[in-house]
Nanobody, 120 residues
Framework: QVQLVESGGGLVQPGGVLRLSCAASGSISSIYVMGWYRQAPGKQRELVAAITSGGNINYADSVKGRFTISRDNAKNTIYLQMNSLKPEDTAVYYC??????????????WGQGTQVTVSS
């Protein structure tokens, strides 16, 4: 099994910054893609940012220029640097990792979610 542990959420004022972390552990042979999703109450989960094993990065248009995804391959960890936060960024943020375990089976794992609240 693959476990994801998220951290870094919290309450911040508009214009503030937060940095989310997601560490993957367990039976990991290789990782195809790691990314961040978010879900606000009553809304669908949406992709925020993702980075592939080849280094390709995708951002949602709503966060482009404000958020930065990065990775530390040695630690199987990704980060989401969130700058210029807006109230509409308020959501539960989930880490997602897709890859292959040591039994050569594909996996798709999700973190527990971390709350980000942007409010005055």
């Amino acid at each position: 099994q693959v476990q994801l542990v998220e951290s870094g959420g919290g309450l911040v004022q508009p214009g503030g910054v937060l940095r989310l972390s997601c560490a993957a552990s367990g039976s990991i042979s290789s990782i195809y893609v790691m990314g961040w999703y978010r879900q606000a109450p009553g809304k669908q989960r949406e992709l925020v940012a993702a980075i592939t094993s080849g280094g390709n990065i995708n951002y949602a248009d709503s966060v482009k220029g404000r958020f930065t995804i990065s990775r530390d391959n040695a630690k199987n960890t990704i980060y989401l640097q969130m700058n210029s936060l807006k109230p509409e960024d308020t959501a539960v943020y989930y880490c997602n990792v897709r890859g292959r375990n040591h039994l050569l089976a594909d996996f798709d794992s999700w973190g527990q979610g971390t709350q980000v609240t942007v409010s005055s």
